[in-house]
């Protein structure tokens, strides 16, 4: 038995890719590598880990039945290119959720296919402007292991605003509110339960802003992953049965 999280970094890779011909140069000298490159770069060097990364132009966007069977948890960033998403590969995520899989939901992911088929939701509507203002990230739920090792806030100089009305179905729990300078606030750290599996939706991550080179943010991401990392227990059943015990 392998006692190491298995963990995949998925990322659409569009504007991070000097290789791509709708390329943003000031997001290439952010991320040269790729956001999920820098994200995957904090798990590789902890032994706790096994990481591979996969992108939206490879074959079945890097997401095979024989990948999604290999991931304990799955990191999810997407922005731009949420409907080149194949639905066949969403509900192939949404499967392996369901039986145990975990899933980091990250920024603008929140209107990815994936997210929103798991939240029952079709818009993931909420309010956003690029000032580049300051973020506060209340923790909420200080007992909360996603919070472990985080102090009453966490502080984001720049950050992109996003405000409520969020819609989503309510958190099953709620890590983090934010607040910004304009005086919104947000609800930033949710947690779900769908199946099996756990769900957590972060909001720091701004393509633009070195967010993903923030050790607080990543220490949170860190915490999520262990999270939702599927745990061993009774496999639940289901349909007629004759009695129980």
């Known amino acids: ?17 000097r290789d791509f011909e709708g390329h943003e140069e000031d997001v290439v000298e952010v991320y040269p590598d790729g956001i999920h490159e820098a994200i995957a770069g904090h798990f590789g060097v902890r ?20 990948v999604l069977d290999d ?28 039986n145990g899989m975990g899933l980091i939901v990250l920024h603008s992911a929140h209107a990815s296919k994936i997210f929103r088929k798991l939240c029952g939701t079709d818009t993931q509507g909420l309010k956003w402007r690029e000032a580049g203002e300051t973020e506060r990230m209340w923790v909420i739920e200080p007992g909360h292991p996603i919070a472990e090792g985080i102090d009453e806030f966490l502080e984001i100089e720049t950050a992109e605003t996003y405000g409520e ?21 947000f609800r930033s750290g949710c947690c779900f339960n769908r199946g099996k599996g756990r769900i957590f ?26 999270w939702a990392a599927p745990s061993e227990g009774p496999e639940p059943t289901y349909g007629n049965v004759e009695r129980w015990g």
């Open 201 to 226: 939706y972060f909001k720091p991550g701004h393509e633009e802003y070195p967010i993903f080179y923030n050790k607080e943010v990543l220490k949170v991401i860190e915490n999520a992953v262990r």
């Open 1 to 17: 038995m392998n006692d190491k999280i298995r963990l995949t970094v998925w990322n659409e890779y569009r504007q991070d890719n």
């Open 165 to 185: 009305r969020f819609d989503i179905p309510d958190p099953d729990e709620l890590v983090f509110v934010s607040w910004f300078e304009g005086g919104e606030v």
């Open 71 to 98: 991931t304990d948890v799955l990191i999810w960033w997407g922005h731009l290119a949420h409907d080149e998403v194949e639905d066949e590969v969403v509900d192939r995520v949404y499967d392996s959720v369901l």
């Open 47 to 66: 032994e706790e880990f096994e990481v591979c990364t996969a992108t939206l132009d490879e074959a079945e966007h890097g997401l095979t039945e024989g």
